[in-house]
């Protein structure tokens, strides 16, 4: 991963938009202690899911090697965080159009289905859809009590043993707390092969842990590959100097970008589709972990930036216009591959035709380089702060990194906003609510 932040500097884009390199050097210094104030959080249990990266994923990737051939179908049944990241993985490192390969080309792993929603039409459509005997239900919820997750698990559990009877249970897998709620009860009382969501782990910060890994591993993604790539990502953040720790700089510069020259929107552009679910994943990580009344001193401060997501070259024709010529409060943050996996050649079919001779025997890679570049201009031109994140090439070891980073800037930038990151009161109000309307006493 390499970083770009020339375009948020105030010789680019201005003083009323921008940093000067003095004041960018000035808050690296001023505000470096978070990082050994993090290192001590860590140290002292309190973010487990920095060290998800050292677990024992044998288990995991056993049952999924044993079992993976004996089904057509792998469904999720999570909300949440206990969707996204499976999403992401998926969608990054699984072929494009993966559920419309043969089994042979899917090198005979099941194809992947995710129901993160209650939407009736959809949820009837994938059981109509699927033959619930060669299809595995992996279950998943930290608190073993989602009521969208439970409401998904009983219909389920219902075309399951109408099509098995009592053997229903081989095609179950829950993953939830190691301890306590209804999904971890019925798995000990009936027998069923279960996961744990680590203690500590939020729902957002398990991508790394069995809630993603497991969908992941019976796709055919090598887990290893994620779990090696969050490895060198940490010591790359913990054994570097703050200006060298990628994790630090960005939620230093988001920070500073928010608080100071309010861009209280944050777009993530990918110029990829590889990336589309990880904007996803990212929006929930950065809003649910940011979006905070009260600081932790009790301040009522109603704090936090607004995470969007858009898709390069796709939202040119679109968000675009608003990005560059609407209200100035937004820092674009682009991802940039480098190198992309296949190749599409422009053919050269017409002559002296100036509308398409420009792009005849050029590669559809190089028109992808050419328009994020166009795009990067166009918004410095205009003043809007830009930056760049850089990845050699989507790989599992390169989405773990990816992974651990997102997570750890996130602390970082916690400790910044001076909030609690792992807390969810907005969100748990809105559970609440609706129980009581369903009558849950």
Not at 47 to 65: H, N, R, T, V
Not at 157 to 177: P, Q, R, V
Not at 185 to 199: C, H, I, N, Q, R
Not at 343 to 372: R, T, Y
Request: charged residues 25%.
């Amino acid at each position: 991963m390499r970083l770009d932040f020339n375009n948020i500097l105030a010789n680019q884009i201005g003083r009323e938009h921008g940093l000067s390199r003095s004041e960018l050097n000035g808050f690296i210094n001023q505000y470096s202690h978070i990082i050994k104030e993090t290192d001590q959080e860590r140290q002292n249990g309190k973010l487990p899911f920095l060290d998800l990266g050292y677990e024992d994923i044998s288990c995991i990737e056993k049952i999924a090697k044993k079992q993976s051939r004996y089904f057509q179908d792998f469904v999720v049944l999570g909300i949440g965080g206990s969707a996204l990241g499976t999403r992401t993985l998926h969608n990054a490192l699984n072929p494009p159009f993966y559920n419309l390969l043969s089994s042979q080309q899917r090198k005979n792993h099941p194809r992947l289905f995710v129901l993160d929603n209650v939407d009736p039409e959809e949820t009837a459509a994938l059981f109509k859809l699927i033959n619930p005997k060669k299809t595995l239900f992996n279950v998943i919820s930290k608190s073993g009590e989602t009521v969208e997750t439970l409401a998904a698990f009983l219909s389920a559990i219902k075309i399951l043993k109408k099509a098995l009877g009592k053997d229903y249970k081989k095609n179950l897998i829950i993953t939830t707390d190691p301890e306590k709620g209804f999904l971890r009860k019925f798995a000990l009382t009936e027998g069923v092969v279960s996961f744990e969501v680590p203690d500590g782990v939020e729902g957002r910060d398990s991508v790394l842990s069995p809630v993603a890994l497991l969908p992941a591993a019976f796709t055919g993604i090598n887990i290893k590959g994620l779990l090696q790539g969050a490895r060198a990502m940490d010591k790359r953040c913990t054994e570097s100097t703050p200006q060298n720790n990628p994790a630090y700089m960005v939620a230093l510069i988001n920070f500073l970008l928010d608080t100071r020259k309010n861009k209280n929107i944050v777009v993530l552009m990918p110029y990829t589709n590889a990336l589309k679910e990880l904007c996803e994943w990212f929006k929930q990580l950065w809003a649910e972990s940011l979006g905070k009344r009260y600081s932790l001193d009790g301040k009522e401060i109603f704090t936090g930036p607004t995470p969007l997501s858009s898709i390069g070259a796709t939202d040119q024709h679109s968000l675009i216009q608003l990005y560059n010529e609407g209200p100035n409060n937004k820092l674009i943050i682009f991802i940039e591959i480098e190198k992309f996996l296949d190749s599409v050649k422009i053919p050269k079919l017409f002559k002296n035709e100036p509308n398409v001779d420009f792009l005849q025997g050029k590669s559809f890679n190089e028109l992808m380089k050419a328009e994020k570049k166009g795009t990067e201009i166009s918004l410095t031109q205009n003043h809007r702060p830009n930056y760049t994140i850089r990845l050699p090439y989507i790989s599992e070891e390169t989405m773990g990194g990816l992974i651990y980073f997102w997570e750890l800037t996130t602390v970082y930038a916690g400790n910044l906003y001076n909030v609690d990151v792992f807390n969810q009161p907005g969100v748990e109000a809105g559970k609440k609510a609706a129980a009581l309307l369903l009558g849950k006493r």
